[in-house]
């Protein structure tokens, strides 16, 4: 009777007294902090730069800003000037990016310099990649080398997390896409005690990284799309359909690119690679236009600025342009996460649903169409969820999103994922 009653007895996971979790605040704050101004001093130098060569620069040699022969010129230097950096540089840049995702390694200090540089050569000469994966690799590698001698006595595992989830709360201005990542690697470890003292630390870092961002920056993601109240049934289907499209175009994305990859290892040098990837991207360039350029934030405003101004043609050029301009700059040696580039061809992806189809709310086109494409290209769940929301701000979409994310995720889980082993090999 008494091993029935204990067998049948609820587990509880042991609380972490307050006494514990108190002594982790301050080292977290300071963490999110340097983190966030990390980021954003990146981000103003690579600002800084992109003004001057395609402003100034072109207008000073008499040539169109956006001409189809200043964007291949300054994409091809851009692949030249990070490929000395990942030749001559200490550290390389590190590891090749295309093996690299969210959860970073951590690198010595000697490697940050030269990936700090490659990451803001990259932001404003134009390759479609964002700031996330290299940033977040560094303030990883900063937070491990400085933390660890500020207080030895702390657990090594900690300083990673802290800096993980203070650079994604710093991203997007907001704690709260930090807590969902984390709580999906959570999910995946064997973690003792109850979430959200597992949450705490790393919760902290994103709030003082957010908090910063938001007093620096004012970052904000609401494209102001046509309001959308109730759903209907014609939503739901719409959803349903355009977050399945965008999963499968995501995912044809991800099975090509190993073989992209591939075909640029053969070439062997960074001064080979980065230059040739350049030059593709000039193509795509001339293909799609310049709103093809860059990591894809501001420009997927300027499409929602004006959901009726192009032809779903149009859009349907602008999603598979940038699609293959994120495989090529992610394969051939550039330094950048995919996280925006995916958002803004599942934006052009849902402005396409509701050109074809005016029944098609663009809100909803928009987020169902990131939804997918960053499931595909991702596959962090509540991420996806996350930023296919608050694109919108609209509360009504939750709801459909959380239903068309079902048939999506069937599509992307178990495949290949846009990350490959040392050996050219997709993760799955």
Not at 24 to 52: I, M, N
Not at 83 to 100: E, N, Q, R
Not at 303 to 313: K, N, Q, T
């Amino acid at each position: 009777m008494v091993q029935d009653s204990e067998q049948r007895a609820p587990s509880v996971a042991p609380a972490t007294p307050a006494r514990v979790l108190l002594p982790s605040t301050l080292p977290a704050v300071a963490v999110g902090v340097v983190s966030c101004l990390v980021l954003v001093g990146v981000s103003v130098a690579a600002e800084e730069l992109q003004d001057l060569l395609w402003g100034p620069l072109p207008d000073a040699l008499g040539i169109g800003r956006y001409s189809v022969a200043w964007m291949f010129v300054m994409l091809v230097a851009t692949g030249a000037a990070i490929g000395l950096v990942v030749w001559k540089v200490p550290g390389h840049a590190g590891p090749d990016p295309a093996t690299v995702g969210l959860d970073a390694p951590v690198l010595p200090p000697a490697v940050l310099p030269g990936l700090l540089l490659a990451t803001a050569l990259m932001l404003a000469g134009g390759p479609s990649l964002g700031p996330e994966n290299p940033i977040i690799a560094v303030n990883v590698g900063l937070a491990v080398w400085l933390g660890g001698r500020a207080l030895p006595r702390a657990p090594g595992r900690m300083w990673p997390a802290l800096a993980e989830a203070a650079t994604i709360g710093a991203l997007f201005g907001t704690p709260v896409a930090a807590a969902l990542v984390i709580s999906e690697a959570l999910a995946r470890e064997e973690t003792r005690g109850l979430l959200w003292d597992n949450l705490f630390p790393p919760l902290t870092a994103a709030a003082a990284g957010a908090l910063t961002a938001t007093l620096v920056e004012h970052p904000s993601f609401d494209l102001d799309l046509p309001s959308f109240g109730r759903p209907g049934w014609g939503d739901l289907s719409a959803a349903l359909v355009v977050a399945s499209a965008g999963a499968l175009l995501g995912m044809g994305a991800v099975r090509s690119f190993p073989h992209v990859h591939g075909a640029f290892r053969r070439l062997r040098h960074p001064m080979l690679m980065l230059p040739a990837g350049g030059a593709v991207l000039g193509v795509l360039a001339a293909l799609g236009g310049h709103l093809t350029l860059f990591k894809g934030l501001d420009e997927i405003a300027v499409l929602a600025r004006d959901p009726e101004g192009r032809s779903a043609g149009e859009f349907a050029v602008l999603t598979v342009v940038k699609l293959a301009a994120l495989v090529v700059a992610a394969s051939c040696g550039f330094r950048g996460g995919r996280i925006f580039p995916a958002v803004f061809a599942g934006t052009a992806l849902g402005l396409c649903a509701h050109a074809l189809v005016s029944g098609v709310h663009p809100s909803v086109g928009v987020s169902a169409g990131v939804l997918g494409m960053l499931l595909a290209i991702t596959r962090q769940g509540w991420v996806s969820l996350f930023v296919a929301a608050v694109l919108v701000a609209s509360p009504g979409v939750i709801a459909l999103l959380c239903i068309a994310s079902l048939p999506a995720w069937l599509l992307v889980t178990g495949r290949p994922q846009m990350q490959l082993r040392p050996d050219g090999t997709p993760v799955r």
